[in-house]
């Protein structure tokens, strides 16, 4: 049907949010309907739901190809960047390659940060990461007075032990200041469904995002695309959503590198199962009233362990902090004790010069980086006084444990924002 990527990269990279400078190179989130904060307008309006305040994907003949589609099934890949999803659909077998060509493939922004926490949150709003709030993978949550895993919902120092929060009076269903996707698609009157990895099924985000929608777990991408198209096969009274999470990409790359042999074999094993098991023995009449979409939420960077990027090595800097950053290594929150702003984007600037960009923290979230809307109330809480955003393969590691990550995100690099999107009817 349509490969726009040629035409969309270069607004891309050409996309800018007013008096904010990220440094050269630098992707900034196409909000107004390039990002992947656009998908979810895009499924009420295909499933029937209430429009929600942000504009739906900007993407010409996608709303077309999904006219008439009784169930659609978002793919969601972690951590996969534009180029490397494209090398594995080059891989791959004939069929699924034919589903790009007669469908839509375009790239798409992730949000900032470029991680999951963020972006997954967003997926399961329509809401930007200033609105619902969850702007990182460690997050101070004032109101609990504690530094807190984003992932599991524990205090970071005891991240080992998942949904400590609770204990604090952190409730994941109600958490969120606005309501998620699942939520207006009941209301509409059509069903939503989440396939995850059986680890992370009761996970303290999972549940935070799939509020009136019914979880299903799964052990291996077999299993995965065994209960797809058990679920396809079942008659839908309603409108359907189908929703797939797919993390082991992600895990493998930020062990062994977004390029390695470990984290392409893994991508290019679900989109070999996902043909084999689902597509292939799928019938004829299901496959025409199914959308299918493939997307990533972010991608990931190689960096090189360098002690200099480790907060241990710096003291200096270290006691300046009110506390250890928080956010992503790659785009950090920093605490900054009065009196020292000054002196910590001094230290910034002679001990990395082209490193990082600081930016007053109220000032980014003003103008617009962490997404358009009415910023959550605790929003600017969680930022911290500084936002330091990394450049080039820069990172700032504070954990008390080993830095063992060989990829990473949360930044703003194009590998780290720009993600793929391939939208395409089954049959």
């Known amino acids: 049907m349509a490969d726009l990527t040629q035409t969309l990269l270069p607004t891309l990279r050409l996309t800018r949010i007013p008096d904010l400078d990220l440094g050269p190179g630098a ?43 009784r169930q659609v099934v978002v793919v969601l890949i972690d951590a ?13 077998p004939a069929s699924l390659r034919a589903l790009e060509r007669e469908g839509l493939f375009a790239p798409l922004t992730s949000v900032v940060p470029s991680t999951t926490t963020a972006a997954l949150t967003t997926l399961w709003t329509g809401r930007s990461p200033a609105e619902h709030g969850q702007l990182g993978y460690e997050l101070f949550l004032r109101e609990y007075g504690v530094v807190a895993n984003m992932l599991n919902h524990s205090p970071m120092s005891l991240d080992h032990q998942s949904g400590l929060l609770h204990r604090a009076g ?8 606005v309501p998620t996707l699942g939520s207006r698609l009941a209301a ?74 470990q984290a392409e074999s893994e991508l290019g094993a679900v989109l070999e199962s996902f043909q084999r098991v689902f597509h292939a023995q799928l019938a004829a009449e299901l496959r025409r009233q199914t959308l299918v979409v493939f997307l990533s939420d972010h991608g990931q960077i190689v960096t090189r362990k360098d002690p200099n990027f480790e907060l241990k090595s710096h003291p200096a800097l270290a006691r300046r902090l009110h506390m250890q950053p928080t956010g992503e290594n ?18 910034f600037s002679r001990t990395w010069p082209t490193a990082f960009r600081l930016l007053p923290s109220d000032h980014a979230l ?52 720009i993600v793929p999107f391939l939208a395409a009817r089954l049959g």
């Open 188 to 261: 509409a009157g059509a069903e939503a469904h989440a396939f995850l990895p059986h680890a992370i099924r009761g996970s303290g985000l999972s549940r935070m995002h799939l509020t009136a929608a019914r979880s299903h777990g799964y052990a291996t991408p077999t299993d995965l695309w065994t209960g797809v198209r058990e679920l396809v096969e079942v008659r839908a009274e309603h409108r359907r959503l189908i929703w797939v999470y797919y993390g082991e990409v992600d895990a493998l790359s930020h062990r062994y590198g977004p390029g390695s042999e």
């Open 366 to 417: 003003d103008a617009g980086l962490f997404g358009p809307g009415p910023p959550a109330p605790f929003a600017l809480d969680r930022l911290g006084d500084r936002v330091a955003i990394s450049q080039g393969d820069a990172y700032l590691w504070w954990a008390p444990k080993e830095n063992v990550l060989v990829g990473r995100h949360g930044g703003i690099s194009p590998d780290e924002m």
């Open 27 to 69: 992707i900034f989130p196409a909000y107004g309907g390039l990002s992947i904060l656009n998908l979810p307008a895009s499924l009420c309006g295909w499933l029937g739901a209430p429009d929600l305040p942000h504009p739906p994907l900007s993407l010409a003949g996608l709303d077309g190809l999904a006219e008439g589609a």
């Open 80 to 92: 996969v960047p534009l180029e490397r999803f494209r090398s594995a659909l080059d891989r791959s």
């Open 330 to 347: 790659r785009l950090a929150y920093l605490f900054i004790r009065p009196g020292q702003v000054e002196a910590v984007a001094e230290y």
């Open 170 to 177: 952190f409730v994941p269903e109600t958490a969120l200041p």
